[in-house]
């Protein structure tokens, strides 16, 4: 009896030890098939939220999951640029966007915002139908300032899916006539020495005739004329489709320092009857002047002021000459002394420049000009009154 009671419980534990064994086993199961189902779950939520967020960049309408239908209130050309334009012609610009309700509900536009004072909406519609379209026409005045320009408004909505709805308008303002470069500039030029810039003259509007009638220019160190000796002249000339090239050619001045000049073209353009080239140059020179300006204003409450001036000139085959130039009838400016000498190949001068402050009753202005051979530099001269 005991043998047998014996033998029905080894047979019941290793039922158990059995039983055990597949319980760990199926859990182990278990929990690796789980673990997958929870990786393509939550590989599946990414890819659905990387792709609203992409068709939302895109600006696609979202598709909604009960009615498989678009939502929302949509525009399928939210941005429209005119492209380049004359300033004459960015006064009064128009365009209509179309606005569409793509959504099972009526979307109202409760109201909109202007990026700047000059930009104007008009609305079609204010309550939009679903399936229904609604028009807005923007109108702008871009103005004359030169570049690119943009304006926005932007739509505020009772839709929670689109709340805000941007419009834009842009365009790129160019004069009808432009300089290929400006201004043009010309480094260190030696006296006399000869340098030159091509310079092409550019028209935007390709209808208009335009001709260049005449130049003025005013400094003498500066010669404007053609590509060729064909071509030696470009006044009096029309302005072709795809520009007209000139040459610009500074002369290098006998006055050390930098300089700035201006050339004025005339043309029959209503728009622009002139056009300015700058052109600035660099000159080593001949003669040099230190100070550039001679300033008096009586800190000292002196009843005579001596400035001095030193000057040195390459040219040392000539005699320095001084000369005081004023429109003051009672002139306070004078010369108290004067000396020079060569050395080293260079003509040196130095020149004591007085100031009579008796006769200094409000600001006064003159000139120290100093001459050698053909060489002429000009020094201003001011003298301030100090009321205090």
Do not use: W
């Not at 399936?131 to 103005?143: E, Y």
């Amino acid at each position: 009896m005991l043998t047998q009671n014996r033998s029905k419980l080894l047979c019941f534990v290793a039922t158990v030890s059995k039983c055990h064994q597949f319980l760990k086993e199926f859990s182990v199961s278990f929990i690796k098939y789980h673990k997958h189902i929870i990786f393509l779950i939550a590989i599946f939520s990414i890819l659905t939220v990387f792709y609203g967020l992409y068709s939302g960049l895109r600006g696609e309408p979202i598709v909604s999951s009960k009615s498989n239908e678009f939502t929302g209130l949509v525009c399928e050309e939210n941005i429209y640029d005119f492209g380049c334009l004359s300033p004459a012609n960015a006064l009064d610009m128009k365009h209509q966007f179309i606005l569409k309700n793509t959504s099972d509900r009526e979307i109202a536009i409760l109201k909109h915002t202007s990026s700047c004072g000059c930009t104007v909406a008009n609305i079609s519609s204010e309550v939009i139908l679903p399936g229904q379209t609604a028009k807005v026409l923007l109108q702008t005045n871009f103005g004359e300032k030169i570049g690119k320009r943009e304006v926005t408004v932007i739509l505020e909505t009772d839709d929670p899916v689109t709340e805000k709805l941007s419009l834009k308008l842009c365009a790129l303002i160019s004069p009808s006539l432009r300089f290929s470069e400006n201004p043009i500039f010309f480094e260190n030029l030696k006296p006399g020495e000869k340098k030159t810039h091509t310079v092409k003259i550019l028209k935007h509007n390709k209808s208009e005739s335009i001709e260049i009638l005449k130049i003025t220019n005013t400094d003498n160190d500066i010669l404007i004329h053609g590509t060729n000796d064909k071509d030696s002249s470009i006044e009096n000339i029309s302005i072709p489709l795809d520009g007209k090239q000139f040459q610009v050619t500074v002369i290098g001045s006998e006055i050390k320092g930098e300089k700035t000049s201006s050339i004025i073209f005339h043309t029959n353009s209503v728009e622009q009857p002139e056009l300015k080239l700058s052109v600035l140059s660099q000159h080593q020179g001949t003669i040099t002047a230190m100070p550039s300006i001679i300033i008096f204003n009586n800190k000292h409450g002196t009843a005579e002021e001596i400035k001095l001036v030193q000057v040195v000139s390459r040219d040392s085959s000539g005699k320095p000459k001084f000369e005081l130039l004023s429109q003051d009838h009672l002139t306070p400016f004078g010369i108290a002394n004067t000396s020079a000498k060569i050395r080293q190949g260079k003509t040196e001068a130095l020149i004591a420049v007085k100031c009579d402050y008796k006769k200094v009753e409000s600001n006064c202005h003159g000139v120290l000009r100093i001459t050698i051979n053909t060489y002429v530099l000009d020094i201003p001269i001011v003298a301030f009154v100090d009321n205090n």
